[in-house]
């Protein structure tokens, strides 16, 4: 069975205190790997697709990196407006291949 | 305008009833989707289509059923709604298996 596991359940960093968030996932093959941000009460937001392992996409103070077993969406001089909760999804081949996994995300809060 | 657009966007409603959610895009995609997240569990799918005449379920399709009315629409339906329903839907579409999925803003449903 596909699996999504995102760590920490959440975090809490001043403005300006780079850190990483992680995320693991048990595939029978991997089609794709996403990374969402969502806000309170909103619909999740897409912000990356990683392929293949080594790959890495960068988004203002974001970057995504994927291995063969898990993903890190590093956050650089994160600020306030970067709190949000950020979501991992698989996209398997096969059986799988029809829907995304989603992790349970992970709650990042910025203070100033 | 928003993509993916949902009604209503909160509804409380009482045990037993019959409740409609629905879904609209503009962007013109096959693939369209009905997920369910609760605090703390991440998205699950509840069913998924990919044309007009194809409907399949997801993870936790007991207790509701869908209607593909058109490319553009996807609705949801709780036939008889239970208190352990409540939660946040998002509906969602995709241009391909390889691709990201845009998702609406969400409907807080409330089953008292």
């Known amino acids: 069975e596909d699996q999504v596991t995102q760590s920490p359940e959440a975090l809490r960093l001043q403005e300006g205190e780079s850190s990483s968030l992680n995320c693991s996932y048990t595939?029978?093959?991997?089609?794709?790997l996403f990374w969402y941000r969502q806000d309170p009460g909103k619909g999740p937001e897409f912000l990356f697709t990683?392929?293949?392992a080594g790959e890495e996409k960068e988004k203002e103070r974001l970057k995504a990196t994927l291995t063969k077993k898990e993903s890190f969406l590093h956050i650089t001089a994160p600020k306030p407006e970067d709190s949000a909760t950020y979501l991992c999804?698989?996209?398997?081949?096969?059986?799988?291949?029809?829907?995304?996994?989603f992790g349970q995300g992970t709650r990042l809060t910025i203070n100033p | 305008d928003a993509d993916v657009t949902q009604t209503p966007r909160n509804r409380i409603t009482k045990t037993g009833k019959r409740i409609m959610l629905e879904c609209s895009q503009t962007k013109g995609h096959d693939r369209m989707y009905w997920y369910r997240q609760d605090p703390g569990l991440g998205l699950q799918l509840i069913y998924y289509s990919f044309d007009v005449k194809d409907i399949n379920k997801g993870e936790i399709s007991d207790g509701y059923s869908v209607s593909r009315q058109a490319q553009a629409k996807f609705s949801l339906s709780l036939e008889s709604a239970i208190p352990n329903q409540t939660a946040l839907y998002f509906c969602a579409n995709r241009a391909g298996l390889n691709t990201e999925a845009f998702f609406g803003q969400g409907t807080r449903l409330t089953v008292v």
């Open positions: 999804a698989v996209q398997a081949i096969g059986q799988g291949a029809q829907k995304l996994v």
């Open positions: 595939v029978s093959g991997l089609r794709g």
């Open positions: 990683l392929y293949s």
